[in-house]
């Protein structure tokens, strides 16, 4: 069974960096396509940004693009987010789900089906 381990948040200056990484176990992760949510207090979870599995084609919502970056090294198992010109906004916990997808990925929720617990990021201004 995949399962997914989020780590690298903490807590930021505002204009800060921070780089998430995402480790799969159990299956290897070369076979999935990869997203990033996050989800603030009160509010819904929104994706943030994915990559494909085959291709590494990429997609990033807009409050993030630009300044998040994701990428993959799958001799290591493990999908990164590159978190750059940190906000106050960009404040919440950081999921990581895989989807058994094939092309260009999406950002919604119910095409993924293993999440990772999640790791704090936080943003001071």
């Known amino acids: 069974q995949l399962q997914l381990v989020e780590s690298g948040g903490g807590l930021a200056q505002f204009g800060g960096s921070l780089r998430l990484s995402c480790a799969a176990s159990?299956?290897?992760?070369?076979?999935?396509?990869i997203g990033w949510f996050r989800q603030a207090p009160g509010k819904e979870r929104e994706g943030v940004s994915c990559?494909?599995?085959?291709?590494?084609?990429?997609n990033y919502a807009d409050s993030v693009k630009g300044r998040f970056t994701i990428s993959r090294d799958n001799a290591k198992n493990t999908v990164y987010l590159q978190l750059a010109s940190l906000k106050p906004e960009d404040t919440a916990v950081y999921y990581c789900?895989?989807?058994?997808?094939?092309?260009?990925?999406?950002?919604?929720?119910?095409?993924?089906?293993?999440w990772g617990p999640g790791t704090q990021v936080t943003v001071s201004s």
């Open positions: 789900a895989a989807a058994a997808t094939f092309g260009q990925c999406g950002l919604g929720e119910d095409d993924y089906h293993s």
């Open positions: 159990g299956f290897p992760l070369v076979y999935y396509t």
């Open positions: 990559i494909s599995r085959s291709d590494e084609l990429t």
